[in-house]
């Protein structure tokens, strides 16, 4: 859009199209206005409440009203200074009352007073202000290296609790199954002894019947040696047995408590036993 001067004052604006001057009548184009939307970045550095030190990165979008253009031309110089001006104004005045963490939470309370107050003024210069954007807000290196590191401090801590939680429940679950597989096997054990006593009813009634004068006690000595003679063989035919014998003969099962007793003293004298 041009705005056309006579004489040294403003006459009209010069829309888009094909215009005529007459220069003999002191008509000429003082300039030019943009009706396009131009952003604008305003860099602000300011302390925040808890004494942190942040930059601001600002981006303001704004454009000339078509119909306040010639107010737009004359009465602002440099309009770009006009708008950062106000922009740094705003922000030192709200950003200190605010924490760190409050700032990066209610970023847009900041752009909408800011937004606020520069409709408020440019608009009687004819300037819309179309958006503005808190586009970054960057604290000093230390205070963004602490930050970090309480984050990855409470990160390992949660970790560290989820890590321990499991650990308790497979200790849990490790004991129940210790538990279950000692249950079962006391029961496994249970019904292994039962079943050797009915075995040995039977037998020693089966044996008593057949045999004439054969007494229930024969029978069960007879057992008990059958039984002796079983587990010698069974553990001589393993290569890898680490079994101690003490000394003992079949003849003597019923007083096997007296030989083992006997056995360790003999042992134990003899420097055989450690």
């Known amino acids: 859009m041009g705005v056309v001067e006579k004489?040294?004052?403003?006459r009209n604006l010069a829309f888009p199209g094909l215009h005529f001057f007459n220069p003999c009548a002191g008509e000429y184009l003082a300039g030019f206005l943009s009706l396009r939307v131009q952003s604008l970045d305003v860099r602000i550095e300011t302390k925040t409440k808890d004494n942190v030190f942040v930059k601001l990165v600002?981006?303001?979008?704004?454009?000339?009203i078509q119909q306040n253009a010639d107010d737009a031309f004359y009465e602002l110089q440099n309009p770009e200074e006009q708008i950062r001006a106000y922009v740094f104004d705003v922000v030192?005045?709200?950003?200190?009352?605010m924490t760190l963490d409050d700032l990066f939470e209610q970023k847009s309370d900041v752009a909408k007073a800011v937004l606020e107050e520069l409709e408020k003024v440019m608009g009687a210069y004819g300037y819309s202000i179309e958006h503005i954007l808190m586009v970054d807000i960057i604290?000093?290196?230390?205070?963004?290296?602490?930050?970090?590191?309480?984050?990855?401090?409470?990160?390992?801590?949660?970790?560290?609790?989820?890590?321990?939680?499991?650990?308790?429940?497979?200790?849990?679950?490790?004991a129940e199954a210790e538990a279950e597989a000692k249950y079962l096997s006391g029961v496994g054990i249970a019904k292994q002894r039962q079943a050797i006593t009915d075995g040995?009813?039977?037998?020693?009634?089966?044996?008593?019947?057949?045999?004439?004068g054969a007494s229930a006690k024969e029978v069960m000595d007879l057992i008990m040696v059958t039984q002796y003679f079983d587990?010698?063989?069974?553990?001589?035919?393993?290569?890898?047995?680490?079994?101690?014998?003490?000394?003992?003969?079949?003849?003597?099962?019923?007083?096997?408590?007296?030989?083992?007793?006997?056995?360790?003293?003999?042992?134990?004298?003899?420097g055989v036993c450690q």
């Open 7 to 10: 004489w040294g004052r403003y």
């Open 58 to 64: 600002c981006s303001i979008q704004y454009r000339v």
């Open 92 to 97: 030192r005045a709200l950003v200190p009352r």
């Open 139 to 174: 604290p000093d290196d230390n205070v963004r290296k602490a930050m970090n590191d309480i984050n990855a401090a409470q990160r390992l801590q949660l970790a560290n609790v989820y890590k321990g939680e499991a650990e308790k429940v497979l200790q849990v679950k490790k």
């Open 200 to 212: 040995l009813r039977e037998n020693i009634l089966n044996f008593s019947n057949k045999v004439e």
């Open 231 to 270: 587990t010698i063989k069974d553990l001589g035919n393993s290569s890898k047995n680490t079994t101690v014998f003490l000394p003992h003969g079949p003849g003597h099962v019923r007083d096997i408590s007296d030989q083992i007793r006997n056995g360790m003293l003999e042992a134990s004298s003899s």
